[in-house]
């Protein structure tokens, strides 16, 4: 998936402008709060923090966020009658065991989360790139693997219909915050270093 | 060429629809004749009857995929219309607003998603490429010289007392000596096999691709048959094409290969490398050490391959251009369906080509310009151009670029696999640039005579129904 974005950094005036909102602000919340978004300011302006413009937030696909070459993708939707049960059966034989998941490659994480006394399902996940390009393949390639986790929502439309786009956009929530360690690190390129890493070791091993 | 395989096929099972042949426009399904020259030429509509008053005289002259290149024909014209143009025709409002996104926003508007960046953006395109001025595009192909010109002539006639149309831009083009691009490759060699469209060119491993996916009316590879833009009418055979002009920076390549090589054998040995294919086009998978003349020419032999038989790359980089732009079976263990992602090329060079040995730039524009065309345009080219050429994660290279195209900035990489330690190409220019593109439908016979027909204040509720 397409792994590079163009970012710009921001002018100094646009952040002392948004410092000045949050001091306003935060003015107005408790004592603690203030104290820590001083200590906060001090450093961000130190630039000790300052990072990459690569590592800042942009936007992923329609709706989601992205941080370098890793976007995310959240949404909270409904359950079907019954799904909330069916899915909990599913992912409780599943036991953690998500190897289908290896396959597409592009996957760093997954979380099914039940809100509301099992009346919807939070969905969060952290992906390389973008979703929307290779929709088309999955619903080739894997389509049971998408279908039998998300038939549990309501009006889920089949990862084969092309309304499935729409659903997931209709759904989704932006994050407004977000913490990536490596953007610069697709899954492919974390298995490429552990292997290369391996080797190094093994190298080293054999020459001490 | 008959492929046995492939003829013993259609006959033991019942497929798709025949293709009506009779209908779609030959640019779309045809080679083009050998030795060739023409013009592209782009015309502005700035009078909806002028223009289809236009379209009714050009019909004639348009040809079909069944009949294009009797001999007694001069030349052969495609034609093919922007959404602006389509608007200048007086398309009505439903049938414009049922068209997909990409084609209704135009190329330049992608520009982000393509990764025309830099030198590539099309702020810095030849005009009239990327402005609303580009309505309608006319590919008008000839044996030779003095055909040309008669067909030029018909042409002109189409519109040379119509005030409202206006030439915008001529571009000639022409064969290079022995089919070669100006890079000093064999082009044209390989083009997906459309099922139902004839005997294949040439043999080959790789299965026959559904016509829905480069014509409209028939079932795809996803076995659906596209329902817009509507009506019927308008888009029964027709299609998509993504016409893209490039610059070819021949004396950068030239430079680059002898200053990473010692050896003028070592120069050809990374320029195959690049492309995946010797000069000659004989594929590298087939003879991984030295270019083989009499494979490259032989259309049994030169896609009669698959990457199988090269899991490590050690013959054929995973990041060479023909291997990242048509992976066969490389990424069979992957999620992606690479028969999503295919297009028909019909390609042609201009400029002249820098004589052999020179390294120094001549100032000389020179390139080619390639026909993309598919019933898909973003999951075929854009796909293809965003996940394949401009990104290397796909192939765990991180952002590696395709080395021939890709949009790199003289720090660009090219891991070449080798035993015991791969070799990895660095500081790559772009060789390449891209001068301008466009987003163009390009419609049946009968569609083309439905729009030359449209009447002035036809009702949008018209089509709506169908
Ligand atoms: C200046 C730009 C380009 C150059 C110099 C170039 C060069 C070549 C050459 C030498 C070949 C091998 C011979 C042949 O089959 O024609 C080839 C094949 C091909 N190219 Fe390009 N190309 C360019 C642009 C593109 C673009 C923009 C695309 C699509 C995004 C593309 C897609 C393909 C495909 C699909 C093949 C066939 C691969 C196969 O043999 O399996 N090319 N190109």
Redesign the interface.
Known sequence: MTTQTPTRPESDQAVEKKIARVRELYATGPEVGKTALETLIRELKSGSSRREPATRMSSAGRVGSRQGKVSELLFIVPFAPGGAERLRALLELRNGDFSDTDRVGTVHDMRFVFLDNDTKLLFATAYDGEWDPYIGDFAATIPDGLDVLFSACEGWPGIRNPEVKDWIAKYQIPAVGWYVAHPDLTVRDIQRLKRIGKAAEEFLDKIQ | MLSIKESAGETLSMRAPALETSDIQATVLRPRPKPYCGEYVVLRIGNAEQGREMLRRVLPHIAPADEWWAPSALGWLGIAFTFEGLKALGVPQASLDSFPIEFRQGMAARA?IL?D?GANAPANWEYPFGTPDVHVALAIYAKGNQDLQEVLEIARKSHHDLPQIAVVYRMAFGELPEGRNPFGFKDGLHNPHVEGSGPAATTREEPSIKPGEFVMGYPD??GETANVPIPLELRRNGTFVAIRKFYMDVAAFRKYLRAQASSPEEEELLAAKMVGRWRSGAPLVLTPDHDDPSLGGDANRNNNFRYADDKKGLKCPFSAHIRRVNPRDALK?????T??HHFLRRGTNYGSPLPDGVLEDDGAERGGVFLLIGAHL??QF??VQ??WV??G??I?H??EQDPLIGNNDGEGVFTIPKVPVRRRLQGLPSFVSVRGGEYCFMPGLRALRWIADLKPMMEADDVRSR
């Open positions: 982000a990764h960046f590879e996803r263990d992957d999620v992606v369906a028969n999503l973003q999951r854009e796909f965003s996940q401009t990104d994660n796909f765990s991180g952002t």
